[in-house]
């Protein structure tokens, strides 16, 4: 985010600024042309600093929310299943490792799909039959997944 030049620039060389953080009280900006670093108190850029604080916050609140490992339990679960039918044992472990803690803070576990042997019912039961299901397979699979990558590596 840029300082408009007519309400700012840079003290040193009067290169174009930029905003690169900003607290309660200050903008803290960057000249595009020299590096300077400085602060600026809240009536500084033509009284207009305070118009920045707010965009300025947004976009950092916005770039925080894109940054933050959104956990979907569901996408998890099928690359759990995918890693596991394709013997992709170090997949096998990073998922179920992933799934299990999930699972351990409470989080809502994968809405499983499960069917009968012969393939003529599938269902979707209840949140309990989902976390029992899941926690044993992903226990299962830790311990097969260890020892196929124990294995290989000796
Ligand atoms: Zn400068």
Redesign the pocket.
Known sequence: MFVNREEG???????T?EIVDADDATLTAS??????IADYESDAFDGSCMDHFVPFHLQKMIEAEESRQVIDPDDLWNRFLLAYSTKDWESVLNHAHALLQWLNVEGFPPHLTTGSTTGHLTCQLDEFWNRAVARAACMVALDRAEAEVDRAAH
Request: glycine share 14%; charged share 30%.
């Open positions: 620039t840079c003290p040193e060389c009067d290169g600024l000249c595009t042309e020299c590096g300077e």
